[in-house]
């Protein structure tokens, strides 16, 4: 019997194996902006030194089905030079994780700010900080100066700016467990995207041990019922 668990559980974990290898691609539809969006703009140095990279551009998030199964999803842009391509027509993205300082700090914003965002503004100066992280080369993270930063002297800039770059604290200092696990998709051609799924809490070892008393407890009480 313990030789046909320990096969079926190789058996399992070899097709779990395979199922992993194979979903290596997702088709998605782009759903529209999750909100009306902030008009901004922003430059990125690397792409041109004088021409913006989004100009009055709605900034916002990004809604999205999985067309296999309709359900709905929230990106972040992490390619502004890209565009969504057309509304609900079906495209291809390859399924990929981030690495090294990308993953850190990405994983401290979201785990900082995403659960808490709700206005246009949070959501544009989220997006601002996801474009920070992910294409400052200067190795300082500033939204208003480096090779990435936001354009415009005006109150609703200003506004933007002064959230995103508190987003961006946070996200720098955070050193607490990751609260979300993070997806690339990316597409040659489309914006490549930052998908969040929330992590599921794991008990804490004194939750464990109140569990297994709890039990040992109706173990005993139901012991002594038991006629003699």
Same mark, same amino acid.
């Given at each position: 019997?313990?030789?046909?668990?320990?096969? /079926?559980?190789?058996?399992?974990?070899?097709?779990?194996?395979?199922?992993?290898?194979?979903?290596?691609?997702?088709?998605?539809?782009?759903?529209?902006?999750?909100?009306?969006?902030?008009?901004?703009?922003?430059?990125?140095?690397?792409?041109?030194?004088?021409?913006?990279?989004?100009?009055?551009?709605?900034?916002?998030?990004?809604?999205?089905?999985?067309?296999?199964?309709?359900?709905?999803?929230?990106a972040y842009c992490i390619e502004p030079t890209e565009g969504n391509?057309?509304?609900?027509?079906?495209?291809?993205?390859?399924?990929?994780?981030?690495?090294?300082?990308?993953?850190?700090?990405?994983?401290?914003?979201?785990?900082?700010?995403?659960?808490?965002?709700?206005?246009?503004?949070?959501?544009?100066?989220?997006?601002?900080?996801?474009?920070?992280?992910?294409?400052?080369?200067?190795?300082?993270?500033?939204?208003?100066?480096?090779?990435?930063?936001?354009?415009?002297?005006?109150?609703?800039?200003?506004?933007?700016?002064?959230?995103?770059?508190?987003?961006?604290?946070?996200?720098?200092?955070?050193?607490?467990?990751?609260?979300?696990?993070?997806?690339?998709?990316?597409?040659?051609?489309?914006?490549?995207?930052?998908?969040? /799924?929330?992590?599921?809490?794991?008990?804490?070892?004194?939750?464990?041990?109140?569990f297994l008393g709890g039990l040992g407890a109706i173990a005993l009480?139901?012991?002594?019922?038991?006629?003699?």
């Amino acid at each position: 019997m313990k030789s046909i668990l320990v096969a /079926s559980l190789l058996a399992a974990g070899v097709l779990a194996s395979q199922a992993a290898s194979a979903a290596n691609t997702v088709t998605i539809k782009w759903a529209g902006l999750d909100q009306s969006g902030t008009q901004l703009s922003t430059l990125d140095e690397s792409v041109s030194s004088t021409v913006p990279v989004t100009d009055g551009y709605a900034t916002t998030a990004l809604n999205y089905t999985y067309t296999a199964s309709g359900q709905s999803f929230v990106a972040y842009c992490i390619e502004p030079t890209e565009g969504n391509g057309r509304r609900n027509r079906e495209y291809t993205y390859n399924v990929e994780s981030f690495s090294g300082a990308q993953a850190h700090n990405l994983q401290g914003l979201f785990s900082t700010s995403y659960a808490g965002l709700s206005t246009s503004n949070d959501k544009a100066a989220f997006q601002l900080a996801v474009w920070e992280l992910m294409r400052e080369t200067s190795g300082a993270y500033n939204i208003s100066t480096g090779s990435f930063h936001l354009l415009g002297a005006d109150a609703n800039t200003a506004a933007v700016t002064a959230k995103a770059s508190s987003f961006l604290a946070q996200a720098l200092g955070y050193s607490g467990v990751a609260q979300y696990t993070l997806t690339k998709l990316t597409n040659n051609g489309l914006q490549d995207l930052v998908v969040a /799924s929330p992590l599921t809490a794991v008990p804490e070892p004194e939750s464990y041990a109140l569990f297994l008393g709890g039990l040992g407890a109706i173990a005993l009480i139901a012991r002594r019922r038991l006629p003699r």
